[in-house]
């Protein structure tokens, strides 16, 4: 490649980089960098019909977009599996499904949950509100519900305490 060429290639290149640095910045959080929902996350969900019930929730939303949930509710269910996407600036929505069984096993249908997500500013909580949609083994809706929740991010470093939202 001759020099001239070269030259136009590189300014070109320190063009397009200039030119996306102040994008980047002023879209990022305080530290410059967008802070990311992939990893493990333990939440506090809160109903929001009928009588209160809490319960935990732990997920792990993995990169390229898939999530697994399990959580510490009675009810007899499988893993939920799903998907997340992120929809603007720490802002996500995650979707995912599971069976529901009566005891011992007995399949009884399925739910599907819908959260919208948004993330604080440090990345390491996140406030969700959330929808569901509880069907039969025939495909019929019985019933929908709402809930709320506070997660906090548990990394190889975090306490226990801390991931259930009990401690610093």
Same mark, same amino acid.
């Given at each position: ?14 063009? %397009?980089? =200039?030119?996306?640095? #102040?994008?980047?910045?002023? +879209? ?7 802070? @990311? /929902? ?7 969900? %809160?109903? =929001?019909?009928?009588? #209160?019930?809490?319960?935990? +929730? ?7 977009? @898939? /999530? ?101």
């Amino acid at each position: 490649m001759d020099k001239k060429r070269r030259i136009g290639i590189q300014s070109i290149a320190l063009a %397009t980089w =200039l030119a996306a640095v #102040p994008t980047y910045a002023a +879209s990022s959080g305080s530290n410059g960098v967008e802070p @990311s /929902i992939e990893g493990t996350w333990v939440g506090r969900v %809160t109903s =929001l019909v009928g009588p #209160p019930v809490t319960f935990l +929730s732990m997920t792990t939303f993995m990169p390229g977009g @898939s /999530i697994i949930e399990e959580n510490s509710s009675p009810a007899i269910r499988t893993l939920a599996q799903g998907e997340w996407v992120k929809t603007g600036s720490r802002q996500f929505v995650r979707t995912m499904y599971l069976f529901n069984f009566a005891a011992p096993r007995t399949f009884i249908g399925m739910t599907k949950v819908i959260n919208y997500i948004e993330l604080n500013h440090d990345g390491d909580g996140y406030e969700s509100l959330a929808g569901f949609e509880v069907y039969d083994t025939n495909g019929n809706l019985v019933t929908t519900g709402h809930n709320s929740a506070h997660a906090r991010r548990c990394t190889a470093t975090t306490t226990v305490p801390h991931c259930m939202g009990i401690g610093p």
